[in-house]
């Protein structure tokens, strides 16, 4: 009887089936990704980098609730693309303490956490589309939650977790997507021509690999200027050496393998031979390493935010959120730094799983 034949592929999805915890994060990164992506339909507060907030609840804990008054405004256009890049503040909002309509008139006692200081004003109701004062008091006056609380100019801090984790997961994927064609074309080329060809592309290697890494990708943002994009593109470019490294390695081990010197007989140019037949044949490390340089890319960038390099006010991200909070540790409310810290070490550690798992599932003495 002969012996089912599985191919290489399948056997490493198999092995990496039977890695319950590789499963597990994988699932964990898939969920985060659809979640960042979906982020202004998912948060409570939809506006543009969920900035829209009031002084007055700051640094609120999780579970707050007030009662709010909401005042339209004139910005009433919507698009399909808000969906994805939040929608444009609509509306005024005025926490309040408690609230009395007389006439056409609406008072309030502005919300304070000492209600012996909190201030009477008051508003004409026809600030509002209706001057019908039970549409005014159902649609216009009503109670926000704050799962995890409001952040240092009272924002949501749920929204803004959600929309942060894309600055954290787009400058995994931008960064290793760059370190891929950086360090594949370079190692390739390297590893396939040595002589002079290969010494300078090794030297080049072990200049980058000898800066630090923080050091270097402070002084690309220095160059190309503090920004969203500048922030991907200085990681990236720091990331490709060890990914050249075992490319190079890979190359010059397979380069002298049959199926190499059969496509030179059959009059291939080198072009073709590097990334139609050897490259698909040494992805297996260099899929790992990605894996490793994603984790490492999202502690650079937070990094990065913590000292005011990394995305912008008033983009959120989970560096940043920790920079505005960390001295809050002290000060009885450590939710605010330790929530984006806790987000960052989950991302991490699934993604070092997932790298581990793929290891061991793509070892082919296993």
């Known amino acids: 009887m002969f012996k089912r034949f599985v191919?290489?592929?399948?056997?490493?999805?198999?092995?990496?089936?039977?890695?319950?915890?590789?499963?597990?994060?994988?699932?964990?990164?898939?969920?985060?990704?659809?979640?960042?992506?979906?982020?202004?339909v998912i948060a409570p507060d939809n506006t543009v980098n969920a900035n829209n907030g009031d002084i007055s609840i700051s640094t609120q804990k999780p579970g707050f609730k007030v009662q709010t008054i909401?005042?339209?405004?004139?910005?009433?256009?919507?698009?399909l693309s808000d969906l994805f890049t939040g929608k444009a503040v609509k509306e005024e909002f005025i926490p309040i303490l408690s609230y009395k309509i007389q006439n056409d008139t609406l008072f309030y006692q502005?919300?304070?956490?000492?209600?012996?200081?909190?201030?009477?004003k008051f508003i004409s109701t026809a600030n509002f589309p209706t001057q019908d004062l039970t549409i005014i008091e159902r649609d216009y006056i009503k109670t926000k939650t704050y799962l995890l609380g409001t952040d240092t100019q009272g924002r949501d801090y749920l929204s803004r977790l959600l929309v942060g984790a894309r600055v954290s997961l787009a400058i995994g994927f931008v960064a290793v997507f760059i370190s891929l064609i950086i360090g594949i074309s370079l190692g390739a080329v390297a590893g396939y021509y040595g002589g002079k060809v290969d010494a300078f592309i090794l030297w080049l290697i072990n200049v980058i690999w000898s800066i630090p890494t923080l050091l270097l990708v402070i002084a690309i943002t220095l160059a190309l200027g503090k920004g969203f994009w500048q922030v991907f593109i200085a990681v990236g470019l720091t990331m490709w050496v060890e990914v050249a490294r075992v490319v190079r390695g890979q190359v010059m081990s397979v380069k002298q393998m049959q199926y190499v010197t059969a496509a030179r007989a059959l009059g291939f140019n080198d072009s073709r031979i590097i990334f139609k037949h050897i490259i698909?044949?040494?992805l297996a490390p260099v899929i790992v390493i990605s894996a490793a340089n994603f984790a490492s890319a999202i502690l650079v960038e937070s990094g990065l935010s913590f000292l005011g390099l990394g995305a912008q006010v008033p983009v959120p991200s989970w560096g940043g959120m920790i920079k505005e909070h960390y001295n809050y540790i002290v000060l009885g409310k450590p939710h605010l730094a330790l929530i984006p810290g806790l987000a960052m070490c989950m991302v991490v550690v699934s993604f070092m799983m997932i790298g581990n798992a793929l290891r061991d599932a793509l070892d082919v003495k296993g």
Not at 110 to 120: H, V
């Open 280 to 282: 698909p044949n040494i």
């Open 7 to 40: 191919s290489a592929n399948r056997k490493a999805l198999q092995k990496f089936k039977r890695n319950s915890w590789g499963v597990f994060s994988l699932a964990f990164i898939v969920i985060l990704s659809i979640t960042a992506l979906l982020a202004y």
């Open 70 to 79: 909401n005042i339209p405004l004139n910005n009433n256009t919507s698009s």
């Open 110 to 120: 502005e919300f304070s956490t000492d209600p012996t200081t909190a201030q009477t």
